[in-house]
Nanobody, 126 residues
Framework: QVYLVESGGGVVQAGGSLRLSCVAS???????????VAWFRQARGKDRAFVAGIRYNGGSTDYADSVRGRFSVSRDNAQNTAYLQMNNLEPEDSALYFCAANLMTLSRTPDQYDIWGQGTQVTVES
């Protein structure tokens, strides 16, 4: 089994930056490098929304239109870690950010992921 823990959230002024980390713990026989990883966010009163994703080998990435050009997703499989670099943050980016993983496909749909972290809060003040 694989367990995910996010960190790096906080309070930042508009225009600032944060880098989120998603560290995976794997049981024997499981390898983080086999998993597709995506970042989602959920603002208060709203549905969970796709932010960015990265293929198991880092070979390709995908971004929501709202963050493309400002956010960058990456991973270091040797460190069992995925990252979300967030630049030029806007108040609309305030949300609880989750990383998620699956073995099947890089998807923008939350239901496609069966492994989730607990989330890390990002608050952007204007």
């Amino acid at each position: 089994q694989v367990y995910l823990v996010e960190s790096g959230g906080g309070v930042v002024q508009a225009g600032g930056s944060l880098r989120l980390s998603c560290v995976a713990s794997t049981a024997y026989g499981y390898s983080f490098s086999n998993y597709e990883v995506a970042w989602f966010r959920q603002a208060r009163g709203k549905d969970r929304a796709f932010v960015a994703g990265i293929r198991y080998n880092g070979g390709s990435t995908d971004y929501a239109d709202s963050v493309r050009g400002r956010f960058s997703v990456s991973r270091d499989n040797a460190q069992n870690t995925a990252y979300l670099q967030m630049n030029n943050l806007e108040p609309e980016d305030s949300a609880l950010y989750f990383c998620a993983a699956n073995l099947m496909t890089l998807s923008r749909t939350p239901d496609q992921y069966d492994i989730w972290g607990q989330g890390t809060q990002v608050t952007v003040e204007s």
